[in-house]
């Protein structure tokens, strides 16, 4: 049986999950300079979280 790369809650990190309340929050009170931000943020966590898994899955396999 193969490792597992996600994350065990179902591929979601805490990080994703703080940074969508965060967006919600800020589209809550009208702010879209803020929630863009965010929504930055999480396009660059998830890039990086690729990118790590991609190493990750390199390494395993003897490369």
Not at 17 to 22: G, K, P, T, V
Not at 30 to 54: M, N, P, W, Y
Request: charged share 40%; proline share 2%; aromatic share 4%.
């Amino acid at each position: 049986m193969g490792r597992r790369l996600t994350d065990p809650r179902g591929g979601r990190s805490s990080n994703a999950l703080r940074l969508e309340s965060y967006i919600q929050d800020a589209e809550r009170d009208k702010d879209t300079e803020v929630a863009d931000l965010f929504r930055e943020a999480r396009a660059d966590s998830r890039k990086g979280a690729e990118i790590g898994k991609g190493l990750l899955r390199a390494r395993l396999n003897g490369g």
